[in-house]
């Protein structure tokens, strides 16, 4: 049996060549999955986190859509109330007009009747209400409120008086000209 060298060697050569490429594609699937899970593991709390933060934005974004919504109605609500504000506006005006009606007549009245007005109609004639414009209600309804308690005050000096008891506490009697 004569054995060819050369045969020998190519057949060693292609099997080496064989096994090289076999074990090549035994192992590439591998060294990709591996890339693949390297990848994943640097990129994927980058990933997670990005992901939190735009749920986050997301949640304060609606958060701010309903308070533009709520804003928005609140808006509309005082623009529609314009209106309420104008009645009311005439219904004072008429008010101050009738009660300065009444006023004129009981003047009227006070010249031809003898001087037995009550307390009532004496405390109600110098009220006196100006209507100012809607523009500045604030300052109206503070001087309108000073004026209701100077008014209450001065009619709770007028109308009590503070006594001693024996026992040295104080204590508040009507006078005798209130209405009982």
Not at 32 to 37: E, L
Not at 67 to 82: L, R, T
């Amino acid at each position: 049996m004569s054995v060819d060298r050369d045969l020998e060697t190519k057949v060693r050569k292609t099997s080496e060549k064989i096994s090289e490429n076999m074990h090549i594609v035994a192992n590439e699937p591998s060294l990709a999955f591996f890339r693949i899970q390297e990848h994943v593991r640097k990129v994927l709390p980058l990933i997670v986190d990005r992901r939190s933060e735009v749920v986050q934005l997301q949640q304060d974004l609606q958060g701010h859509c309903y308070d533009m919504e709520y804003a928005i109605g609140a808006i509309k609500s005082i623009e529609a109330s314009e209106k309420s504000f104008q009645n009311i506006h005439e219904l004072l005006k008429n008010a101050i007009f009738l009660k300065q009606q009444l006023k004129y007549e009981e003047s009227r009245r006070a010249k031809k009747e003898p001087s037995n007005s009550s307390v009532y109609k004496r405390l109600s004639a110098h009220i006196t209400l100006e209507l100012p414009d809607l523009a500045d209600i604030s300052g109206v309804v503070r001087e309108t409120t000073n004026r209701v308690e100077n008014m209450m005050s001065h009619a709770r000096n007028s109308s009590t008086s503070a006594t001693t008891s024996a026992n040295g506490t104080t204590e508040l009697q009507r006078s005798h000209t209130t209405l009982h």
